[in-house]
């Protein structure tokens, strides 16, 4: 039907199926016939045949506009999938942790908008079960999780910290996460029995807290990096520690996933934390 409006759109144009053919590069035949299943489907004849000419008919005359509009439209659809395509346009929604936020995404994320500025970015921090249940809702694209499912991304370490005048470490209380977060079951798992003095709800005020010797935290080893390369907390020597925790890729199937995912999900693979992306200076 799209190649039958655009061929009756020449002739009217045109004035005539000889001038019509000739630039649809179609024979007069082939032409014709495009016009009659054309008139076929409506019903109708849409074009007059004279000595001097086609003209629509009253039929035809009211298809026009609506041919006009309906293959701009189409026109307009095709753009907006090219761009899509080609990854000048689109969104993508990403759900992690508190910790892939802030210390192990941003590198590759910033690579991916200075890559892709138009695309509309949407980063939001929930834990693993938040993010499984807006993936499946259909609110996020991509997630980062500490579970075994998913496509293997990065193994997080686990360390105690402690700030480096605390007379004691290994008797010292433990700031940690509240319930429900990875971080605090592991710790219970391999620390049963310890002395909680806080229950903190972000990575900040957890670092802050041991950095004011109030007791020592089992955090991950990329969020106390600065901290540590600047003598502000110290690793505290355990047996239990590091404890790896892997992280893992999920999304709804790689064939589900639009255009703009895709690509981040590939800079995701291709960089993690430990092999970040280098940019290139402009």
Same mark, same amino acid.
């Given at each position: 039907?799209?190649d039958e409006?655009?061929h009756?759109? *020449?002739?009217?144009?045109?004035?005539?199926?000889?001038?019509a053919?000739?630039r649809?590069?179609l024979?007069q035949?082939?032409l014709?016939?495009?016009i009659q299943? *054309?008139e076929?489907?409506?019903?109708?004849?849409?074009?007059?045949r004279?000595?001097?000419?086609?003209?629509?008919?009253a039929?035809?005359?009211a *298809?026009?506009?609506?041919?006009?509009?309906?293959?701009a +439209?189409l026109d307009d659809?095709?753009r907006a999938?090219a761009?899509i395509?080609?990854?000048?346009?689109g969104?993508v929604?990403v759900?992690?942790?508190a910790?892939?936020?802030?210390? &192990?995404?941003?590198?590759?994320?910033?690579l991916y908008?200075a890559?892709h500025?138009g695309?509309?970015?949407?980063?939001?921090?929930?834990?693993?079960?938040?993010?499984?249940?807006?993936?499946?809702?259909?609110?996020l694209?991509l997630?980062?999780i500490?579970t075994?499912?998913?496509?293997?991304?990065?193994?997080?370490?686990l360390? *105690?910290?402690? +700030?480096?005048e605390l007379?004691?470490?290994t008797?010292?209380?433990?700031?940690?996460?509240a319930r429900?977060t990875?971080?605090?079951?592991l710790?219970e798992?391999h620390?049963?029995?310890?002395?909680?003095v806080?229950?903190?709800?972000?990575?900040?005020?957890?670092k802050?807290n041991?950095?004011?010797g109030?007791?020592?935290?089992l955090i991950?080893?990329?969020s +106390?990096?600065?901290?540590?390369?600047?003598g502000?907390l110290?690793e505290?020597?355990?047996?239990?520690?590091p404890?790896a925790?892997?992280?893992? &890729?999920?999304h709804r199937?790689i064939?589900?996933l639009?255009?703009?995912?895709a690509r981040l999900?590939?800079?995701?693979?291709?960089?993690?934390p430990d092999r970040?992306p280098?940019?290139r200076?402009?």
């Open positions: 039907m799209i409006l655009h009756f759109l *020449l002739i009217v144009e045109l004035g005539t199926f000889t001038e053919a000739r649809a590069h024979s035949p082939a014709t016939a495009s299943r *054309l076929g489907a409506f019903g109708a004849r849409l074009l007059d004279g000595p001097g000419g086609a003209t629509p008919t039929a035809g005359a *298809l026009v506009i609506r041919a006009r509009a309906v293959l +439209a659809a095709k999938v761009e395509e080609g990854l000048h346009a969104e929604r759900g992690a942790g910790t892939a936020c802030t210390y &192990l995404l941003p590198p590759t994320l910033a908008r890559e500025p695309v509309r970015f949407l980063l939001r921090e929930a834990n693993t079960d938040e993010v499984l249940d807006a993936l499946h809702r259909g609110d694209d997630g980062v500490t075994d499912r998913g496509e293997p991304w990065f193994v997080d370490e360390i *105690l910290v402690a +700030a480096p007379p004691d470490p008797r010292a209380p433990f700031v940690t996460f429900g990875t971080s605090r079951e710790l798992r620390f049963p029995g310890a002395e909680i806080m229950e903190l709800g972000s990575i900040a005020s957890v802050g041991v950095r004011a109030i007791g020592v935290a991950s080893r990329a +106390a990096r600065h901290d540590l390369s600047q502000r110290v505290v020597p355990d047996p239990r520690t404890i925790r892997p992280l893992h &890729l999920v199937g064939d589900r639009p255009p703009a995912a999900r590939e800079l995701l693979l291709a960089h993690p970040p280098v940019r200076a402009s």
